[in-house]
């Protein structure tokens, strides 16, 4: 079984619109869950992470990430997208040896 | 500060050579890790090193293999290539063990093509 499950890979969305990623974690591995983002032709940058405490975390760029046991998800919103939020998401969860196979996100004007 | 450096950007390889890859970390950082990233695979875990030993490895065979300088510079050694090599290898650094949840600084990546 995966340990990490991103279930959309390619996800468009009008501008202003609300955005949700989706993530699904193996419950076998440790509960660290981090959300990072690949602009085009960079590296990844991390978005937010979730160590302990409180389920919702905000993050930069106006994001942020609700952890629900129960579900062993960790899915990402945003109340309203830009045309620069265009970029591939990805998952990370356990010591950050395990990644989902990242989400397109494509912001259409 | 400079952020994670990685040489070279591309390179263009043959079935059965080998090819070595490096890692620049940011100033202070002692981990650095591997991934590979494809694009139906996502980001795969290489290895991470700090202080100079390995301390995660990843589901990969022994013909991927890393090191690691005394000042954390890092290089990756891909032996007998194969055609599925083929993947951007992302290099990242951190303050810490990734066992920390520290955050990880990406480089840009090295494209590698096997042909």
């Known amino acids: 079984a995966q340990s990490v499950t991103q279930l959309d890979s390619q996800v468009p969305v009008f501008e202003e619109a609300p955005v949700e990623l989706r993530c699904n974690y193996s419950?076998?591995?440790?509960?660290?869950l981090f959300w990072y983002v690949q602009y085009p032709n960079q590296g990844l940058q991390l978005l937010l992470k979730?160590?302990?405490?409180?389920?919702l975390v905000k993050g930069i760029n106006g994001f942020e990430a609700e952890f629900n046991k129960s579900q062993t998800s960790f899915h990402l919103r945003k109340p309203s997208v830009h045309i620069s939020d265009t970029a591939e998401y990805f998952c990370?969860?356990?010591?950050?040896?395990?990644f989902g196979t990242g989400t397109s996100l494509t912001v259409i004007p | 500060k400079a952020g994670v450096t990685q040489t070279p950007r591309y390179l263009i390889k043959t079935r059965g050579q080998q090819v070595t890859l490096s890692c620049s970390p940011i100033?202070?950082?002692?981990?650095v890790s591997w991934y590979q990233q494809t694009p139906g695979q996502g980001l795969q875990f290489l290895f991470e090193?700090?202080?100079?030993?390995?301390?995660n490895k990843g589901n990969f065979p022994g013909r991927f293999s890393g090191r690691q300088f005394s000042n954390s510079r890092s290089e990756m050694n891909v032996s007998t290539l194969e055609l599925g090599d083929s993947a951007l290898y992302l290099c990242?650094?951190?303050?810490?063990?990734?066992?920390?949840?520290?955050?990880?600084?990406f480089g840009p990546g090295t494209r590698l093509t096997v042909t």
């Open positions: 100033s202070g950082h002692r981990s």
């Open positions: 990242a650094s951190s303050l810490g063990l990734l066992a920390g949840a520290h955050e990880q600084y």
């Open positions: 990370a969860a356990g010591n950050q040896f395990y």
């Open positions: 090193y700090f202080s100079e030993t390995q301390r």
């Open positions: 419950s076998s591995v440790s509960v660290y």
């Open positions: 979730y160590l302990s405490g409180s389920t």
